[in-house]
């Protein structure tokens, strides 16, 4: 099976349809899951330790006092030789849609 069908599979599975995706980074695409939730698909640059072990380290972090969301990884498991894991959703802005938007162009002038 390819990494394609594995993935589409993938998204079958979660109802989640290619209007639901909010992204993608270095490691992982990211899709919407529900208005609380988002699917990671990981690709090689990540693997299934790292992601168990900043489940772990997220879950340990007491944030109730913070003014600002961190993240949050309910589940981390590999299927279909893709690793996936469903987080919470933070709502934000897209960084690289940010950064695309700027017309900011630097003289070389630091003054």
């Known amino acids: 099976m390819t990494k394609f069908n594995a993935k589409s599979i993938l998204l079958d599975k979660f109802g989640i349809s290619k209007s639901n995706f909010l992204g993608s980074g ?4 990211v899709y919407a899951y529900d208005d609380n939730k988002v699917v ?13 072990i900043l489940k772990g380290f997220y ?6 006092s913070l003014s600002y969301e961190l993240p949050f990884i309910y589940d ?16 934000g802005n897209n960084l690289q849609s940010m950064l695309s ?8 002038n630091l003054s």
Do not use: A, H, W
């Open 26 to 29: 270095m490691e992982s695409e």
């Open 40 to 52: 990671k698909l990981y690709n090689d640059l990540s693997d299934s330790n790292k992601q168990r």
């Open 59 to 64: 879950s340990k972090i007491d944030s109730s």
């Open 76 to 91: 981390t498991f590999e299927e279909n030789g893709i690793l996936v894991t469903i987080e919470k959703r933070i709502e």
């Open 101 to 108: 938007k700027m017309n900011y162009i630097y003289d070389g």
